[in-house]
Each structure stands twice: as structure tokens, then as C-alpha cells.
């Protein structure tokens, strides 16, 4: 069994309801394993939680909480050998359903007490890293008003889709995807290195973790009737076929603004801009799934 750091976000999902600490010695601590945990106290600090457990010997470092408590976790290891696993606890948990950890907490501690060892591309945009999407536009634009709505999970989630639906509007782009070249509206652009967002909402059912690609989602405009037809494309995992959306696969890609527009970073908003350069950089992360 791997040596073994938890790095657990109490502020995470279920997790504030939890003694979390109390499972983890429940079920992995039976397994007769070696490890440690480690909490956040602030955002961001799981970055350097990871960075010290990688330089202290551990062989996995395990995030403990959602795709934002993945993200930085990942951040971390970069440039080490030290896997990332997860412990999905979060409302979303796309990169964890993308790999196939199981979602209970006894069946993904047992899988990270005997894992398998791999490594996956990590995609990177204006100098931030993401594992699983990242976006321009509309999902953007939800993000950034879901992290101000005081709850989480996927009734909210939705409740403010449907609302901020009725106000957004697109924004004019120049997007050069390897040297191929759209001018258009951009209602969302996503980035995928992963297949969903989270919630099996997937967004790029054909995205590979070890390609080297990007796999690029376009939608110009949402009016109703296509909006109905991406919503049950993403829910089926059939988007691309829907034709309700276009894609490409690129190793990195460009974007220009003709006005500041909201990016996310696997789900979480990190502002807006007008200058966007998007790469992959292959097999970067080692992971324990």
C-alpha cells in the first residue's frame, strides 16, 4: 500500500457534515495502511499542503473534496512523481467520474489503498492549470454567480443556470485553434481535457486524459430550442452528434476578445480578460486511480 497524505477540504460537499477524519481512519485505517492527513485552512492552501506532502516522501497525495480541491492538490504535484488521488466529495466531482473512482468513501479508499499508477495531460490556460475544463462565456458566467449564491449542489447549480440563461449575452471572438481561425459569437467555449464538467453533464463525451489534446467545444448562441438539445446532448453523453455544438481537437488554441469575458478553471471563476493562449501539456500529472 502506498504511503499516503489526505488532504481534506472541510468545507467541501458532504464533507461539513462529516467527521472525515473519523471515516478515513474507519476504512483506510483498517486496511492497516500508512498515512496522514492534512486540512485546509484557506483557499488555495491545498497547493502547498501538496507541495510539502510530495517533498516529505508520501507516494499519493489524495484530494479530499471537489474539482477546486483537485485543482489545487494537482497544482502541487506538478513537477514531482507523487500521484494525485481523489476522494470525491465535492458537488460536481467530474474528474473523479471521468477516472472512475467510485463516489462511496469506503469503495474509493479501498480503490487508493491498491491503486493502479498513470499519468494524465494537464491543460493550462493564461498560466493556470486545469485537470479536468476549463471555459470562456456562459459556463463562466454561472460559475462566477454560483460561488455568490450561499449553497451548493446541483439544485442550485441549476436554479442559477436557468436564471443567469435569461441575461447573458455573447460575446464577439477570434479564436485560433492551431492555426485554424473562427470568427464568431462565443456563448461558450470549453476546453476539455476531461469528459464532463461533473454531474455526468458531459460536455466532451470523447475527451482522452493521455492524447495530448484539447478537445474544444463551440457554441455561438443558445437560443431555446438548441439550449434543449445541448442540455439532453450533455445528459445522454451524445452532444457531438446533436450537432447542437462544434468541436475541435487541438494541442493549443488562442482566443480574442472584443470585450472582457469570464473564464473558469474547473468550475471555479477566475475573472475576466480579452487575451486567452490555451496548451496541453502531456502526460504531466502522475495519478492513483
Sequence with gaps: MPKTCFILNPMAGPSRRLDMPALI????????????????????????????????????????????????????????????????????????????????????????????????D??????HPFFCTAGLGFDAHVSQHFAQAGSRGLSTYLRVTLREYRRYLPVRVRVDLDGQIEETNCYVLAFANASQY????????????????????????????????????????????????????VPRGRVSAQAPIGFHVDGDYLGHATEFEVEMMPLALAVAV
Design 25 to 120: 481512519a474507519q476504512h483506510f485505517g483498517a486496511l492497516e495502511a500508512d498515512y496522514e492527513i492534512r486540512l485546509t485552512e484557506f483557499a488555495g492552501h491545498a497547493v502547498e499542503l501538496a507541495k510539502q506532502a510530495a517533498a516529505d516522501g508520501f507516494r499519493v497525495v489524495a484530494a479530499v473534496g471537489g474539482d477546486g480541491t483537485v485543482n489545487e492538490v494537482g497544482r502541487g504535484l506538478l513537477g514531482t512523481d507523487t500521484a494525485l488521488g481523489i476522494v470525491p466529495q465535492g458537488s460536481g466531482n467530474g474528474l473523479a467520474r471521468h477516472l472512475k473512482v467510485p463516489l462511496g468513501l469506503p469503495a474509493a479508499l479501498r480503490r487508493l489503498a491498491a491503486p493502479d499508477f498513470s499519468r494524465m
Design 122 to 127: 494537464v491543460g493550462v490556460i493564461n498560466g
Design 198 to 249: 461533473g454531474n455526468n453533464a458531459y460536455i466532451a463525451p470523447l475527451a482522452d486524459l493521455r492524447d495530448g489534446l484539447l478537445d474544444v467545444c463551440l457554441i455561438d448562441a443558445l437560443p431555446v430550442i438548441r439550449a434543449m438539445k445541448v442540455s439532453l446532448g450533455m445528459a445522454l453523453g451524445n452532444l457531438p452528434q446533436s450537432k447542437a455544438a462544434e468541436y475541435f481537437r
